[in-house]
């Protein structure tokens, strides 16, 4: 079982930053592949970034690619989402992901989801 604690969300106006931490229970955390997704009011679950077990490979969703950048520490069992130059449409709920495949860019199946933490941009 793997649990899964966000934090970092918060208010920032447009062009600001913030990072995304998500810790991880567990010895094996550097066997899962993580993500972040997004949800806003409204619209579907977009997977915004996710990375591999040893952390060589990354993937961005276009919306976010050249502002985001998706990281992990395995000794601290930690992802981070170091987000910049926020835009509004930013704005939603944020979501750290785990499995021990491959993370589906639809969202499901996955092995465990966070809780989530809003993150607000403001114009």
């Known amino acids: 079982q793997v649990q899964l604690v966000e934090s970092g969300g918060g208010l920032v106006q447009a062009g600001g930053s913030l990072r995304l931490s998500c810790a991880a229970s567990?010895?094996?955390?550097?066997?899962?592949?993580m993500g972040w997704f997004r949800q806003a009011p409204g619209k579907e679950r977009e997977c915004v970034a996710r990375i591999s077990g040893n952390g060589a490979a990354t993937y961005y969703a276009a919306s976010v690619r050249g502002r985001f950048t998706i990281s992990r520490d395995n000794a601290k069992n930690t992802v981070y989402l170091q987000m910049n130059s926020l835009k509004p449409e930013d704005t939603a709920v944020y979501y750290c992901a785990a499995d021990q495949t491959i993370i589906p860019l639809q969202g499901s199946p996955i092995d465990y989801w966070g809780q989530g933490t809003q993150v607000t941009v403001s114009s």
């Open positions: 567990g010895r094996t955390f550097s066997r899962y592949y």
